[in-house]
């Protein structure tokens, strides 16, 4: 089985940052890797995922911010967050999945099969 776990939440000021964790376990090879967010009252919204290839996708809301990248040696996905806005408080989720087409389609959770406990990001 696949276990991920993040790490690295909490709270920040307006403009500061943070980077986030996520420790996989289990391991099998992972083609498409990603962190969500869901904040009260909001659907679950991708913020950054990264291809077995190395290629990257942002929305525009975290475009420029947000940098994802993941260590294979280490089994670790990181999503450094800067500049951080009121509007980025929220829960983040890591997710992954086996299928290369997770990221290749659109940006949505359902595309994904595992998922972390989620860490909680507030900004002020």
């Known amino acids: 089985h696949v276990q991920l776990v993040e790490s690295g939440g909490g709270s920040v000021q307006t403009g500061g940052s943070l980077r986030l964790s996520c420790a996989a376990s289990?391991?099998?090879?992972?083609?498409?890797m990603a962190w969500f967010r869901q904040a009260p009252g909001k659907e679950r919204e991708g913020v950054a995922r990264?291809?077995?290839?190395?290629?990257?996708d942002y929305p525009d809301s975290v475009k420029g911010r947000f940098t994802i990248w993941k260590d294979s040696a280490k089994n670790t996905l990181y999503l450094q967050m800067n500049d951080q806005k009121p509007e980025d408080t929220a829960v983040y989720y890591c997710?992954?999945?086996?299928?290369?087409?997770?990221?290749?389609?659109?940006?949505?959770?359902?595309?994904?099969?595992?998922w972390g406990q989620g860490t909680q990001v507030t900004v002020s």
């Open positions: 990264i291809a077995s290839n190395g290629r990257t």
């Open positions: 997710a992954a999945d086996l299928s290369q087409w997770s990221c290749s389609g659109w940006f949505q959770s359902s595309a994904f099969k595992y």
């Open positions: 289990g391991y099998t090879p992972m083609y498409c």
